[in-house]
């Protein structure tokens, strides 16, 4: 079961996008140095598709992606969220994990983050950062969008 504690409309989580930011819990990932530690106890209230819909129509055109902030615990219950507002909004998922899981479908997604927090590579934002930001391409592979995650660059359309 996914978990959410709270949410947030944010502006560098995914470039380019108004994002609103939905934290789960339950994180098994247990990443040295995690900014939102909290989020690897279980705690919070169920997400169901309800809520996910109840959130889109409460902010509307105001946000243009939603983010599932973790869900390690259950991809394929963020995967299942995801379909259930995909294409109606843009969607992406924040996960610690090294790599994808098997069959995972991407099809849901626009942007998926992966890589655990290792404090002597530095955040997402960072250069020499080991975490990877990727765009979800129409063939369904991974574009390589971390430089894009620093300030002062843009998507070409």
């Known amino acids: 079961m996914l978990k959410y504690v709270n949410f947030d409309i944010v502006f560098r989580e995914v470039p380019d996008e108004v994002t609103l930011a939905v934290n789960l819990s339950c994180c098994p990932c247990r990443c040295e140095g995690c900014h939102s530690p909290q989020l690897q106890t279980d705690t919070g209230e169920e997400l169901t598709t309800e809520i996910v819909n109840g959130l889109l129509d409460r902010y509307g055109k105001t946000i243009t992606c939603l983010c599932f902030m973790g869900g390690d615990n259950a991809p394929l219950e963020v995967a ?11 969607t992406a998922w924040y996960s610690g994990r090294e790599h994808l899981p098997k069959d995972f ?8 983050k ?3 927090y290792r404090p002597q590579y ?10 990877r ?4 391409t129409a063939s369904r ?14 998507f070409a359309d």
Do not use: C, W
Not at 80 to 90: G, S, T
């Open 114 to 116: 992966l890589g655990p």
């Open 105 to 112: 479908p991407l099809q849901h997604f626009n942007y998926v």
């Open 133 to 136: 930001m990727y765009r979800v």
């Open 122 to 131: 530095g955040p997402l934002d960072h250069p020499t950062t080991n975490q």
């Open 80 to 90: 299942a969220l995801a379909e259930a507002v995909h294409p109606r909004i843009k």
């Open 141 to 154: 592979t991974l574009e390589d969008i971390t430089p894009r995650m620093r300030f002062g660059t843009r």
